[in-house]
Nanobody, 115 residues
Framework: QVQLVESGGGLVQPGGSLRLSCTAS????????MAWYRQAPGKQRESVAY???????DYRDSVKGRFTISRDNAKNTMYLQMNSLKPEDTAVYYC?????????WGQGTQVTVSS
């Protein structure tokens, strides 16, 4: 079973930036479309951005122009660069395959945007 480990979260002021990382225990990024998800308190988990095998990307409307998804297949790592963060971006962020979900969820990484 593949293990996914997210990192890079933290507390940041509105307008700040963070870069999240997702590392897989096996080489999967070159064979599966991957995505970042987030879950805010009391809300359902939602997809934030995805990247296909051919490196096409797409984002939910609320993060377009602010977030950038990328991956490094050689390092088995995927990234989410988050700029111009807003309080509504506060959530636990997770990575996994994109539609369908194939692996167990990791522990996620907490992102808190607050002044």
């Amino acid at each position: 079973q593949v293990q996914l480990v997210e990192s890079g979260g933290g507390l940041v002021q509105p307008g700040g930036s963070l870069r999240l990382s997702c590392t897989a225990s096996r080489s999967i990024f070159s064979i599966a479309s991957m995505a970042w998800y987030r879950q805010a308190p009391g809300k359902q988990r939602e997809s934030v951005a995805y990247i296909t095998i051919s490196s096409s990307t797409d984002y939910r409307d609320s993060v377009k122009g602010r977030f950038t998804i990328s991956r490094d297949n050689a390092k088995n790592t995927m990234y989410l660069q988050m700029n111009s963060l807003k309080p509504e971006d506060t959530a636990v962020y997770y990575c996994n395959t994109y539609s369908p979900i194939r692996y167990n969820w990791g522990q996620g990484t907490q992102v808190t945007v607050s002044s």
